[in-house]
């Protein structure tokens, strides 16, 4: 089944102990990004991703690090977690090439909160 | 800076009405534009998209969206609402100068009533 998988979907931890959120995509696509949804403020992109070994800011990049050493995986690292990145978190791919690189496939989403 | 802003926090309607969930936008150039539906407890789906041609586009479960370039606006539509239908809607715009920028409307919980 073609699918985005993130791990683990839920996660409580306290504040300063580096985590990594795992992405990973089946679909051979290109492009993969990171979002974060938070009440009120919708859906904020956090990093993308174009190709492998090429990743860019989104809006909200303070306090994340990416990495894109293989074309399936994208995974979101935060080296010192803080409260403010309690959140729901969801990774995305799309393939690149022509009209079918604008549709996002997304994860089913990793609620994350640090106490 | 692009911009998106959905005007209102919740839509209800009646089963059977028509339905309209309202999203404008503020980008340089030609906007790259969509819509995604977030059902309880489910990630995100993509419903349509717009990116040139023909200014009403027609996507998934039977909604469709009006691209306006005047008004700035690409207000998602519907004939003929379903209880099913409610969830969380969110409007996109995607940066046009070839990178992979999302802008994300803050979203409208659409209810309908049965």
């Known amino acids: 089944e073609a699918q985005v998988t993130q791990n683990p979907r839920y996660l409580i931890t306290v504040t300063g102990k580096k985590l990594t959120v795992t992405c990973s995509q089946n679909m051979n696509h290109e492009y993969m990004s990171w979002y974060r949804q938070d009440p009120g403020l919708g859906l904020r992109q956090i990093y993308y991703s174009m190709n492998v070994e090429v990743t860019d800011k989104g809006d909200v990049p303070e306090g994340y690090k990416v990495s894109r050493k293989e074309k399936r995986n994208f995974p979101l690292i935060l080296e010192s977690p803080s409260p403010n990145q309690t959140s729901l978190y969801f990774c995305a791919s799309s393939p690149r090439g022509a009209e079918r690189d604008y549709e996002q496939y997304f994860g089913p989403g990793t609620r994350l909160t640090v106490t | 800076a692009q911009s998106v802003a959905q005007p209102e926090d919740q839509v209800n309607v009646a089963e059977g009405n028509p339905l309209t969930v309202k999203c404008t936008y503020s980008?340089?150039?030609?906007?790259?534009l969509f819509w995604y539906v977030q059902y309880p407890n489910r990630g995100l789906q993509f419903l349509l998209k717009?990116?040139?041609?023909?200014?009403l586009v027609k996507g998934s479960y039977g909604f469709e969206a009006e691209f306006n370039k005047s008004q700035t606006s690409f207000h998602l539509k519907k004939p003929s609402a379903l209880v099913s239908d409610s969830a969380l809607y969110f409007c996109?715009?995607?940066?046009?100068?070839?990178?992979?920028?999302?802008?994300f409307g803050t979203g409208t919980r659409l209810k309908v009533l049965a």
């Open positions: 717009y990116i040139t041609g023909d200014n």
């Open positions: 980008v340089s150039g030609n906007p790259y």
């Open positions: 996109a715009v995607r940066d046009n100068s070839g990178t992979y920028k999302y802008i």
